[in-house]
């Protein structure tokens, strides 16, 4: 099945240039450079023509089927792996799907466990603070009423010794 996709799609290829070829050698120019520049299209196309079948050939000769396979060269950050990936995404890759499915199930229960340790150190705070509302004595008022007395006391002494000293 997979050979048979792969030879139609060089065979589209092929009946494309061949339609070039024709629909090139049925056009009919007046004038000399009009007609040696068509000439000159009409050469290069079927020179492209015969050269892609014979490619093809050589293809069909010696290529594993199986799968089609394209190598990428180029510099550091070139972007080789985006259009690998591009290509695994935009031809549905059954192992990139998979992947696709198994980082989102991981990322699903990442994030459960984050939720689950996160509700474990709010609850551990919760009790924290509930142990030190507990342990802390009540807040004394800054004074007494006994404390009062010694107030009032030392202030009225206080206007005495102010009256009878000045």
Same mark, same amino acid.
């Given at each position: 099945m997979i050979n %048979?996709?792969? *030879?139609e799609k060089y %065979?589209? @290829?092929g009946g494309i240039l061949e339609d +070039? @070829?024709?629909k090139a050698e049925g056009v009919e120019l007046v004038g000399e450079d009009e007609t040696n520049e068509l000439d000159a299209i009409k050469t290069t196309l079927k020179k492209l023509n015969d050269d892609f079948k014979e490619e093809i050939e050589k293809? !069909? +000769?010696s290529s594993e089927w199986d799968k089609f396979c394209i190598a990428f060269f180029g510099e550091t950050n070139a972007g080789k792996s985006t259009i690998i990936e591009s290509l695994r995404i935009i031809y549905g890759e059954e192992q990139r799907i998979l992947e696709k499915? *198994? !980082?989102e199930k991981e990322y699903e229960n990442a994030l459960k466990e984050h939720c689950e340790e996160y509700k474990d150190v709010l609850n551990t705070l919760r009790g924290m603070n509930d142990l030190l509302e507990s342990k802390?004595?009540?807040k004394k008022p800054t004074v007494e009423m006994k404390n009062i007395g010694l107030i009032v006391l030392g202030v009225i002494i206080g206007f005495f010794i102010a009256y009878f000293i000045f």
């Amino acid at each position: 099945m997979i050979n %048979d996709e792969i *030879k139609e799609k060089y %065979d589209t @290829v092929g009946g494309i240039l061949e339609d +070039a @070829v024709n629909k090139a050698e049925g056009v009919e120019l007046v004038g000399e450079d009009e007609t040696n520049e068509l000439d000159a299209i009409k050469t290069t196309l079927k020179k492209l023509n015969d050269d892609f079948k014979e490619e093809i050939e050589k293809l !069909q +000769a010696s290529s594993e089927w199986d799968k089609f396979c394209i190598a990428f060269f180029g510099e550091t950050n070139a972007g080789k792996s985006t259009i690998i990936e591009s290509l695994r995404i935009i031809y549905g890759e059954e192992q990139r799907i998979l992947e696709k499915e *198994k !980082q989102e199930k991981e990322y699903e229960n990442a994030l459960k466990e984050h939720c689950e340790e996160y509700k474990d150190v709010l609850n551990t705070l919760r009790g924290m603070n509930d142990l030190l509302e507990s342990k802390q004595e009540p807040k004394k008022p800054t004074v007494e009423m006994k404390n009062i007395g010694l107030i009032v006391l030392g202030v009225i002494i206080g206007f005495f010794i102010a009256y009878f000293i000045f």
